[in-house]
C-alpha cells in the first residue's frame, strides 16, 4: 500500500484587509465572485474522480486578526491534504512543528505549521460533502 499524498491542492487563500465588505463587494462586483461574509468558495471537480466535488474558499479577515498568528504575514494559504493525521506524524518526524492542537469539524481536521520564511500554512483534510450543505449560495463556479 503506498503513502498518502501530502498536499492535494489549496485549498483556501486567506488575506488581511483594511475594510473585508468592501473587499468582498469589489471582487463581486467587479470579478463576478458571489460571496458571503466569510468570502467564496470555488467549486472545482477532482482529477481522479470527476463526479466528485472539491472546493477552495477565497476569504478577507480583518487587519487585526490574530488567525495568522503566530505569523506576522497579512496572508495565509490553507492546503488540501490526504490525510492530516498521517502527515502530522511524518511533519514531526522531519522537525517541523505542528502550531496548536488539530481541530475537527464536521466538514474537515485542520492543524497548522510554519514555512521557513514565518508564513502559516493551514493544513485541511476537508469532508467535502459536509461542507457542501454549508456553503449555501456563496459558491463561485
Known sequence: MSEPKRVTGIGGIFFKSENPESARQWYAKHLGLNTNEY??????????????KGYSVWSPFKKDTTYFAPSEKDFMINLRVENLEWLLGELK??????IGEMQVYEYGKFAHIMDPDGNKLELWQ????EY???TGDAVTK
Open 39 to 52: 468570502g467564496t468558495t470555488f467549486e472545482w471537480r477532482h482529477a481522479d474522480a470527476p463526479d466528485k
Open 93 to 98: 518526524k522531519e522537525g517541523i512543528e505542528q
Open 126 to 129: 476537508s469532508n467535502d460533502e
Open 132 to 134: 457542501e450543505n454549508m
